[in-house]
């Protein structure tokens, strides 16, 4: 673990992927996801669904595959991870990516980490598309100031899992960037 981190405390721009982590670190990525998720009032339910799927073994499901990655941002000064965005191909033929799970962990939002993560995700995924649910006020007010996203649509769904009814908003990735790259 250790020689991971001086590889990355050595790079420039603090976003790596999970092939360069390795599995030292799963079980912060799981912090981090649950921390983030709490915070913004995401139901227990949910939560453990994505914990039992994309996120029960990140360095294993995200390190070798080529239709989905992860990207986390590395904090040089507490050598750690502080926040992850993942990105899954929506089918093997497809060349667009569903950006899922973003999650900045409480302590350090609010510096432009959540920027950093989506703009590696673009510069490695592109193009990608992603959805918020409405009552996430938060995720929908930082995705609205995200210049090189754009809304597509808003629908309602039932979720039969957690007989809930919910509003989603769509987002796709433009084209080109408006921002500089990381």
């Not at 799981?30 to 914990?51: F, H, M, W």
Request: hydrophobic share 35%; proline share 3%; net charge neutral.
């Amino acid at each position: 673990m250790a020689e991971n981190v001086d590889k990355l405390c050595k790079q420039a721009h603090r976003i790596v992927k999970m092939d360069v982590l390795g599995p030292d670190y799963d079980a912060r990525i799981r912090e981090i996801y649950i921390k983030a998720n709490k915070e913004v009032g995401t139901s227990q339910t949910q939560i453990d669904r994505v914990l039992s799927t994309n996120l029960a073994t990140p360095y294993k499901t995200f390190s070798t595959s080529t239709q989905q990655c992860l990207f986390a941002f590395f904090e040089n000064e507490i050598a750690d991870i502080v926040g992850i965005v993942t990105a899954c191909k929506t089918d093997s033929t497809a060349d667009i990516f569903e950006l899922n799970n973003l999650a900045v962990d409480p302590d350090f939002q609010r510096r432009g980490i959540g920027t950093q993560l989506i703009q590696a995700a673009w510069m490695e995924t592109r193009p990608f598309r992603l959805s918020a649910i409405a009552s996430n006020t938060r995720s929908i007010s930082f995705y609205k100031k995200c210049p090189w996203l754009e809304l597509t649509k808003i629908t309602k769904h039932h979720s039969v899992t957690d007989n809930l009814d919910y509003t989603l908003h769509h987002y796709r990735s433009v084209q080109d960037s408006p921002v500089e790259t990381i």
